[in-house]
């Protein structure tokens, strides 16, 4: 497996998973899945919010696992467990989840400027402008996207502030009473909260990139504690804020809330927050696409470059093909589906199947 | 050295010059080049020499003067009765031919032989040390370097009288033959840092280095980027501060300036008089110096983004002073502030390119009678005037020249994107800016640290100043061999 040595200068410090995990979490999920979780779970909403980021802390620790005893990332485990065969295949299926995902995360980004911003945006020329940002990013290196990561944390951090509006003026009586809702409904809560959640699962494979990995296991587990806390003080103002009927009929709850804040010197100030949402979606596109790349890097003898660039370009057709609103909620419920299928099915098994062959090798 | 005489050689055809005589006949058509005869001493000698090199006063006193006295008669007494030391006798054609052009006189008895004396007496012609005029500061050294390299050299190692103070020499240029010092604190300076700027160096082969600025475009490490990666200062007290963190000091002749390398994007931010004062003093005045680079490079886009697309930003109070600023312009915010930036730029340059004096007449003139008669004729609306002066004015904040200019250039396409997109397009500029930075290196040292990667313990010299009780270890970013600048003191007198 010499293709899968990382040589040390590209590695980063342990500390910065924290970035990377959160970043991919926080995208363009958060901008509405209130009322997804809503639908089925009501004023517990909060609940299931909390419930599903809970659980899949248990599912970093087994992705951990995994990659700590392979040592590797999620393509030499797929090629050690099932083959060149199988395996690659697995592999590949992983890498057209993680090109959807961008895809996802940039059609609906532009959908949110389209409705909110400029009606007429044109998807091509913008898709086209943003896919050049990114390549620009990825040409660096995983360090530079990493620090795109780093900085696409910190500096719209300010706007989880702006989250004091909706608290200030919500009733929080709506909450109450806690509990009304039936286990299946809070789970079907639950996982329809997952899209917002998921993306972490990029680890599978950068995680050769990490210097001393196993230190990195907590950073990883405090970036996704961070969104859960994000998510549930969203989730928590939005239930204050709207009415349950009201919230059924609103796609961005977030982007709403942003439109009662009021300074002395700007209003509206849902423009400013989507377009510092820019800085959000960065890092995404750029962690999945890179992702995506190294995958089939490592799967084909062919230069990151190469690989980087059909994806790109791909990204953008797709993109700009995607014009109804219908099918771009099909593609991210989708998405949502088999991210959720992936991290709550998937990752538990090959933790099992990985455990039981190291077992049997062992034994013969 | 060689390589410099074996490009020489390959130039003047090889069979052109063979042995002295030869030589002194080419170097006689100079004008200036002095030969004559003197038998004063018994035996008759031959000096050659330019006199535009030579000190002339020092030849007849120093040279002369004892030969006379002696009555010297061969090379070999020369030697030992000149007080002059770095006397050579040589043979050697190459050796002559370069020492001879850097004020060293050849002396010989015999007209027919390769045998000769060398004797170094070089005039020296430059400025007196003066005050810095770029880096100014009020209270702090009045030294500024000069454009000699041994008296810069002078004026650092005055400050730091330690022999671990190396200057690492090299001459590069095909035909200026520049001197290059690297300057370093042995034991303290990282090795592979000196490795970087001396493998560097030696990459270099072009004919002429006039100046320091030179050499910092062609050792930088991102050539296409309109940010310098290396800090220049024209203070020798900055210079042997920096030496005592563990950076390295590139000095050249006939440059002013130091080169500061590997340095950090914050630390162009930061004026060497931030170290003069109190550290509440210092790292308020960074904040605002950074706060101002915002602003300036925001303000006008932000501006433009705004009254394009998105008027609902705007409270509805401060919305009629805008569109009343604005009800007579026919122009669209763009532009109207092209225009105005445009303005500033042209006062900029042509009061750079000006003397002094005439330089401010334009300042006043461009300033007030274009400005106030822009407004007037209802090209630009007073707001934005407003807003461009205070943009201008905030990009002259920052203490390094050149990183002024490169604030100043990276506006326009900011204002391009906030045109085309309004607010996302200033952000969307804001990435690439950011990416941009994300890759740049300084002397193969991350450029944005400590922002990223980030380094907490780097931060106590960064955006803010703390006091000296926090600085007794050097920046990590230089990985010095010694870490320990100081021990701290557990017994302040205070505590």
Request: proline content about 4%; some cysteine.
């Given at each position: 497996m010499r293709d899968a040595e990382v040589k040390e200068q590209h590695k980063i410090s342990p500390f910065l998973v924290f970035y990377l995990v959160h970043t991919m979490q926080v995208g363009v999920g958060v901008m509405g899945f209130q009322r997804i979780v809503t639908k089925e779970a009501g004023n517990d909403a909060w609940i299931s919010v909390?419930?599903?980021?809970?659980?899949?802390?248990?599912?970093?620790?087994?992705?951990?696992?995994?990659?700590?005893?392979?040592?590797?990332?999620?393509?030499?485990?797929?090629?050690?467990?099932?083959?060149?065969?199988?395996?690659?295949?697995?592999?590949?299926?992983?890498?057209?989840?993680?090109?959807?995902?961008?895809?996802?995360?940039?059609?609906?980004?532009?959908?949110?400027?389209?409705?909110?911003?400029?009606?007429?945006?044109?998807?091509?020329?913008?898709?086209?402008?943003?896919?050049?940002?990114?390549?620009?990013?990825?040409?660096?290196?995983?360090?530079?996207?990493?620090?795109?990561?780093?900085?696409?944390?910190?500096?719209?951090?300010?706007?989880?502030?702006?989250?004091?509006?909706?608290?200030?003026?919500?009733?929080?009586?709506?909450?109450?009473?806690?509990?009304?809702?039936?286990?299946?409904?809070?789970?079907?809560?639950?996982?329809?909260?997952?899209?917002?959640?998921?993306?972490?699962?990029?680890?599978?494979?950068?995680?050769?990139?990490?210097?001393?990995?196993?230190?990195?296991?907590?950073?990883?587990?405090?970036?996704?504690?961070?969104?859960?806390?994000?998510?549930?003080?969203?989730?928590?103002?939005?239930?204050?804020?709207?009415?349950?009927?009201?919230?059924?009929?609103?796609?961005?709850?977030?982007?709403?809330?942003?439109?009662?804040?009021?300074?002395?010197?700007?209003?509206?100030?849902?423009?400013?927050?989507?377009?510092?949402?820019?800085?959000?979606?960065?890092?995404?596109?750029?962690?999945?696409?890179?992702?995506?790349?190294?995958?089939?890097?490592?799967?084909?003898?062919?230069?990151?470059?190469?690989?980087?660039?059909?994806?790109?370009?791909?990204?953008?057709?797709?993109?700009?093909?995607?014009?109804?609103?219908?099918?771009?909620?099909?593609?991210?419920?989708?998405?949502?589906?088999?991210?959720?299928?992936?991290?709550?099915?998937?990752?538990?098994?090959l933790f099992l199947l990985q455990f039981i062959v190291y077992k049997v090798r062992k034994l013969q | 050295m060689i390589c410099v005489f074996q490009w020489l050689r390959k130039r003047q055809k090889p069979d052109q010059i063979k042995n002295l005589p030869q030589l002194i006949a080419n170097l006689k058509t100079s004008g200036d080049f002095l030969h004559f005869k003197s038998e004063q001493t018994g035996m008759p000698y031959f000096i050659y020499y330019f006199k535009t090199l030579v000190n002339e006063q020092e030849l007849s006193e120093k040279i002369l003067a004892p030969m006379v006295k002696n009555k010297v008669s061969s090379l070999k007494e020369v030697k030992d009765t000149v007080p002059i030391p770095g006397i050579i006798l040589t043979d050697d054609l190459s050796d002559i031919c370069e020492k001879v052009m850097i004020g060293y006189l050849i002396l010989r008895f015999n007209e027919n032989s390769n045998e000769c004396a060398l004797i170094p007496s070089p005039t020296d012609i430059s400025r007196k040390v003066s005050q810095p005029e770029v880096e100014f500061t009020v209270v702090g050294s009045k030294e500024s370097f000069v454009e000699s390299l041994d008296k810069n050299l002078h004026l650092i190692r005055k400050r730091l009288p330690v022999h671990e103070l190396k200057a690492y020499e090299i001459t590069i240029g095909k035909l200026t033959h520049t001197k290059v010092a690297v300057l370093y604190l042995d034991g303290i300076t990282n090795q592979e840092n000196i490795q970087i700027v001396k493998d560097r160096l030696k990459g270099i082969h072009v004919d002429q280095v006039v100046d320091n600025s030179v050499i910092m475009q062609l050792i930088t490490d991102n050539k296409n980027s309109p940010f310098p990666q290396l800090v220049d200062t024209e203070r020798p007290d900055r210079a042997a501060s920096v030496l005592c963190e563990g950076k390295i000091v590139i000095l050249s002749e006939g440059s002013p300036q130091a080169l500061l390398g590997p340095t950090t994007f914050i630390e162009f931010f930061s004026a060497f008089e931030d170290y003069f004062v109190n550290w509440i003093i210092a790292s308020t005045a960074r904040l605002i110096r950074i706060f101002a680079v915002l602003f300036s490079i925001l303000v006008t886009p932000l501006y433009v983004a705004t009254l394009t697309y998105h008027y609902e930003l705007i409270p509805s109070d401060l919305l009629s002073t805008l569109v009343s600023s604005r009800q007579q312009i026919p122009l669209p915010p763009i532009l109207e502030a092209i225009f105005l930036e445009l303005s500033i730029e042209l006062l900029r340059e042509a009061g750079a390119r000006l003397p002094t004096k005439v330089g401010q007449t334009i300042g006043i003139v461009g300033g007030i009678v274009i400005g106030t008669a822009s407004v007037e004729a209802g090209l630009t609306s007073n707001v934005l005037l407003i807003i461009v002066a205070l943009a201008a004015l905030a990009s002259f904040t920052t203490p390094v020249y050149r990183m002024g200019n490169t604030i100043r250039l990276i506006r326009f396409p900011f204002l391009l994107f906030a045109h085309l997109w309004g607010l996302l397009g200033v952000v969307l500029c804001f990435c690439f800016l950011l990416i941009h930075l994300l890759r740049l290196k300084s002397l193969g040292k991350p450029f944005l640290e400590p922002i990223y990667p980030l380094r907490v313990k780097d931060l106590k010299d960064a955006l803010i100043r703390l006091p000296n009780k926090f600085q007794t270890k050097r920046p990590i970013q230089l990985q010095t061999e010694s870490t320990v600048r100081f021990e701290k003191d557990k017994n302040e007198f205070h505590e």
């Open positions: 909390l419930a599903a980021g809970l659980s899949l802390h248990l599912i970093i620790f087994l992705m951990y696992k995994i990659l700590l005893k392979e040592n590797g990332d999620i393509i030499s485990v797929h090629k050690n467990l099932f083959g060149k065969w199988l395996g690659g295949f697995l592999s590949w299926i992983l890498i057209i989840y993680f090109i959807a995902m961008s895809i996802t995360v940039l059609r609906t980004y532009i959908e949110v400027v389209q409705v909110w911003m400029f009606p007429d945006l044109n998807k091509w020329i913008f898709g086209c402008v943003f896919l050049l940002l990114v390549y620009y990013c990825l040409s660096g290196g995983f360090k530079v996207v990493t620090g795109i990561s780093f900085f696409g944390v910190v500096l719209p951090f300010y706007l989880l502030l702006t989250m004091a509006f909706p608290l200030y003026h919500g009733h929080f009586r709506d909450l109450l009473p806690v509990l009304n809702h039936s286990i299946s409904e809070l789970y079907a809560g639950a996982k329809g909260a997952s899209l917002p959640y998921l993306g972490f699962s990029t680890l599978l494979i950068y995680f050769p990139f990490i210097k001393d990995p196993a230190k990195s296991h907590r950073w990883a587990q405090g970036g996704h504690l961070l969104t859960v806390f994000m998510y549930v003080v969203v989730m928590v103002a939005t239930i204050a804020f709207f009415s349950e009927r009201q919230l059924e009929k609103t796609i961005w709850a977030t982007l709403t809330t942003w439109k009662i804040a009021e300074m002395p010197f700007v209003e509206r100030f849902e423009y400013i927050g989507i377009a510092t949402w820019a800085l959000v979606i960065l890092p995404n596109m750029c962690i999945t696409v890179w992702v995506a790349g190294r995958g089939i890097r490592r799967l084909i003898k062919v230069k990151q470059r190469k690989a980087t660039i059909p994806i790109l370009i791909l990204v953008l057709i797709v993109n700009g093909m995607l014009t109804e609103r219908g099918n771009i909620d099909l593609l991210n419920s989708s998405i949502s589906e088999v991210g959720f299928y992936m991290t709550y099915i998937y990752i538990p098994l | -």
